[in-house]
Every structure is written in C-alpha cells, then in structure tokens.
C-alpha cells in the first residue's frame, strides 16, 4: 500500500512538472504555474523519505537527511530572496550549478558503491540490477550523469562569475581545439573503464571528473557575457539530462520525467534565445564575441563627431513632444533608474506626451530584463512594446530618450557585415524625429563596438548616469 | 550493443517516458513570449532540482559507518535542496514582477 502512495506521489510530481511548466509559459498562470511545479516537487521528495523502500527496508539516516534539507532551503531562500533584481540571472546559474554538483555526487557515491564492494542481499529486489551485475549500461549512466553533472556544474559557476563581474572573458588560440580534445580524451578514458574494468579505475574516474570540470570551465570562460543567458539556458538542459541519468539509475520516474522535461524544454529555449539574437548557437559558443583576440570588425569610418545635448533643451523638445518613446537597457538597470523612469513618464503623460518603452528581445541581460525591470517600477504592462510593434511607432515619434540601451539600437547589425551583430535585429530609433542617447560615456557596450548612432545628425548625447540624468531632466521637465 | 538492447527492453516504460517527455517539453516550449523566456529558464532550473530526490535515495541507503557515503550524501541533499527551493524563489519573484497593476 505504502508503494503505491509512493507511485501516487511521483506521478502528481510528473503531471505538476509538465502542468506548471506549460502554466509558465503564458503570462497570466505563470506564476500559478510556479506553484504547482513546486507543490508536486515537495510531494515528491517527502514521498521519498517516508515511503520509498528497497527490499523492504525503508530509508534511513533520517536525521542527515532532514538537517541537509532545513540547511539547503534556509540558504537557498536567504539567497534568493536577498538578492538584487538585476542579478537574478546569476542566481539561476548558480542554482544550476548546484544541481548539477549533486547529480555529478549522485554518480560518485554509487559508483564508490560498485568498486568498494557491497552487500548483495541489502540491495536485492526491486528490480535493482545494476549492483548483483555490473552490467556496462548501467556504468554508461553513472558516468553520463557524472560527465553532464560536472561539465554542468563547472561552467554554471563560471558564468555565474562572468555575470557578477568577478570573471573576463578569456580566450586562447586554439581553445576549441584543446576543449575538444579534452572531450575526446574523457569519453575514451570513460569507455576504457566501461569495457577493460582495469584495477586502477579509481584513479582513472578521479581523471573524469577533473577532465569534465575542465571542460566545463573552458566552454564557457571564452563566450562574451552578452551571450550568458543563452549558455545558461543550454547548461540548464544539461543539468536537467543528468537528473535523468539518475533516473535511468534508480528506475525512477519522477527523476526522469523532470529531467528530460527540462532537458528538452531547455534545448528548445535556447535555440528560441538564439533566434531572437539572430545568431546560430554554433556562433554564439564557438564565436568570441569581439574579445582581446579577434579583431573587432567594423570596417568603414569609425566614431566621428556628436552632438551634447543640455539638459534645458532635452526638457524642452520631450515636454512639446506629440509621442515619445523610451529605449531601456542595460545602464538604466545598474542604476537603478527605473523608479526615477516612471516619474519622468508620468509627468510627461500629465502634459500631454504620449510615452511608450520599446523592448528589444536581448536588452540588459536577460530576455525579458526590462520588463522585469519596468515592472518593478510599476510601469503599466501595456506601455512595454516589443521590438516588432515598436519599430512601427518609432516612425511617428517626436523623440526617442534611449536609457543606457547601446547594442539594441546599433545600425551597423543592419549595415556592416563585418559586425559583430550583422543580422541581429536591433530597434531603428533613427526613423523619429529626435534620438537623445543617455549613456556615463562615449565607452562602448557590450558588443565592444563602435555605435554610429551616436555620430548622426538627428542624435544628441546627454552624458550621466541614468539615475542622476533623469532627475535633472525630470526637474527641468517640472519647471516648465 | 546486445547488452544495450536487452536493458531497453527491460525497461521500455523508460524509453516511451523519454521519447514522449521530449515531444511534450518540445510542445510547451513552442509558443512562450520573448518577454517570458527568463522565468521559464528559472523555472526548468527549478524542475530539475527533482534530482535531489537521488540523493536522497543515497543519503538513505547510507550504512552506519560509511562516512564517505554519508558526507558526500549531506553535501548533495544541500545542493540538490539549494536547487529546488532557491529556483522556484527567484522564479516566484521574477513572476511577482509581471502582476498587472490595476
């Protein structure tokens, strides 16, 4: 009887996974659907503890297990819940990470299990194979779920650091080739094992996890931090395939569901990140994106000269503006602009100024950054226009306030086949009236590359930080 | 291979799981707005948390003095918990964000 509540459990786990991933997928149940997924997580786990039983014993060690549970949910609430809005991404690269350290554990431990000896009749029934015959699919899975687990786990921390800040992007010639060959190196010293079981097989699967963590590392340190989200997303269906393996392992269906639920999903997300990119994944991981060594592209004239505007005058054009639109990015998120941006838009929509934000898929550092961003400030959600309904209102706007956004609105993404960003689709504020560019400075964005916006005759640049920008142009705005 | 034939015969129930999880995650995935794209990461990211259920299967199995067995156990629980409930936080307020405001 006790089984088959258990069976219950992983099944209302499995449904709840699938059920509130396709919730997440829709704006108005995605926070429902959150709920749910976590509701049939927790059924799932506390099934496990109290009812799962192997040869008619139960699971022990109640009280390593219940204290590791209290820590991990203490810590990762604090965390969560601490952390700035802006580096959410970082958070669910580390969280990533964490998942994929315990799979890769997962595989340690029972691989320790079949090489230090065991007893036979503590793991009889229940269809447990994989300890009376060390059988060689059952090593395959052990080791993809330590291989996937680590190379997860490595390059998760990684880009957790790359979006903090801590790391550079870093890149060697010749570092796909040496990657790859630590690929090729680990999958044969994996097989080797499977196959010749030599006696000195631990030292040999201490080299695999050293051999994937490396290969994590380096998978990820060259990629440019624009491009996080999109590895993220890819390691995360890493993460989710070797929660499967652990599946395949324990004959468990929740496990597997989940897994390869994620590890599907995931794939297909990241694809969908990279279209909105305009970008091959194979660019994005194999292309540095204009790092120290490539030459950054860019042929024909570069800077040139622009035009400040003051603050009076910005005030001015924006006040007596029919429609103006706002262009977010990344630099009105690192100040904390936001709230100060909401102001200034209703202030403007008191006098009169229609005011709308255009939303480019990739702006900040996230998809959907922006939004979150806006949100947080109260923005009305129906002011939010994407890329595609945007370009169509630029063309009757009187000004365009771009907001710390640099790569999003570069002309050469649609001109120089030599950038970097040829083909991305980007925001074409040059079709209104007025483009005033706030930026700290002339530096470059993300891309590393030259914006000719800023040299054009209808763009004026009005230098500051965000925050401090808009609260004067706010204060002027007010007295006139 | 003959090996890898007989295991996938023995656990079909597993291959059909697999096969129709990749069509259903594929299916969901389809028609998700850009805007949403980075809950639905964190959200997935949480789901797959659901390994820690793995390690707590280990932990469990842990006899009495395998200490190895049941520190690097301890340690995955940790992870596996930092998982599941650090993401479905930070995916609750990135969605907490996209309440319209009336």
Redesign the interface.
Known sequence: MEFNILVLCYLIGSVTFILGLKMLSNPASARKGNLVAAAGMFTAILGTIFLYEEGGVKLGNYGWIFSALVIGSVVGTLMAKRVQMTAMPEMVSLFNGMGGACAALISVIEFRHLIHGFDPATYAGNGYTFFSSLDGTTMVIIFLGLIIGSVSFSGSMIAWGKLNGKLKDFAFPGQHIINLVILVLNLAIAAFIIVARPEETPLFFYAIILLSLLYGVFFVLPIGGADMPVVISLLNSFTGVAAACGGFLYDNKVMLTGGILVGAAGTLLTMLMCKAMNRSLSNVLIGSFGGGNAAVGGAGPQGGTYKEISLSDAAVVMSYANKVMIVPGYGLAVAQAQHVCHELEKTLEAKGVEVKYAIHPVAGRMPGHMNVLLAEADVSYEKLLEMEIANEEFKTSDVVLILGANDVVNPAAKSDPSSPIYGMPILEVEQAKHVIVNKRSMKPGYAGIENQLFFQPKTSMLFGDAKKALQDLLAEIRSI | ME??LN?IT??Q??AY??IL??????E???????????????????????????????????EEGNV???V??????????????????????????????K
């Open positions: 090996q890898l295991w023995a656990h129930e597993m799981i697999v999880m990749i069509f259903v995650g594929i969901i995935i389809g028609k998700v707005p850009s805007v949403l794209h980075t809950p639905l990461m964190s959200g997935a990211n949480a789901i797959h948390g659901v390994v820690i259920i793995g390690a707590i299967i280990v932990m469990g199995k842990a190895p067995a049941l690097l156990g301890f340690i995955a629980v940790i992870l596996g918990t930092l998982n599941v409930v650090g993401g479905f936080v930070v995916t609750d307020r990135m969605l907490e964000m996209f309440k319209k405001k």
